[in-house]
Nanobody, 125 residues
Framework: QVRLVESGGGLVQAGDSLTLSCAFA????????MAWFRQSPGKEREFLTD????????NSGDSVKGRFTVSRDNSKGTVYLQMTTLKPEDTAIYYC??????????????????WGQGTQVTVSS
């Protein structure tokens, strides 16, 4: 059974940077496209960015383009989310997700088979 464990969340100030990690276990990492989503109270889960199995193609949502960067280390079974110029509106629980199959780049949560438990990111003004 695939397990995803996010880490690296915390409390930061506006303008700071933060890097989240997501460790993959229980399956073959390179068979899975990976993505990051976030969810704030009262809001739907929002697609942030994804990366294909090889790590050479990614897509990002408009709200984070130019500020957030996804990467993966296939030798370590880990995907990262580098976040810069953080804003209070980035406050949310951040989730990583894994999907088998072709890289759809749709940003649709229903395309993802596995989810982590989430890590809280709080950005103070």
């Amino acid at each position: 059974q695939v397990r995803l464990v996010e880490s690296g969340g915390g409390l930061v100030q506006a303008g700071d940077s933060l890097t989240l990690s997501c460790a993959f276990a229980g399956g073959i990492f390179t068979n899975h496209n990976m993505a990051w989503f976030r969810q704030s109270p009262g809001k739907e889960r929002e697609f942030l960015t994804d990366i294909n199995r090889a790590g050479d193609s990614s897509n990002s949502g408009d709200s984070v383009k130019g500020r957030f960067t996804v990467s993966r280390d296939n030798s370590k079974g880990t995907v990262y989310l580098q976040m810069t110029t953080l804003k209070p509106e980035d406050t949310a629980i951040y989730y990583c997700a894994a999907a088998l199959g072709p890289h759809s780049a749709s940003g649709d949560p229903s395309d993802y088979n596995y989810w982590g438990q989430g890590t809280q990111v709080t950005v103070s003004s």
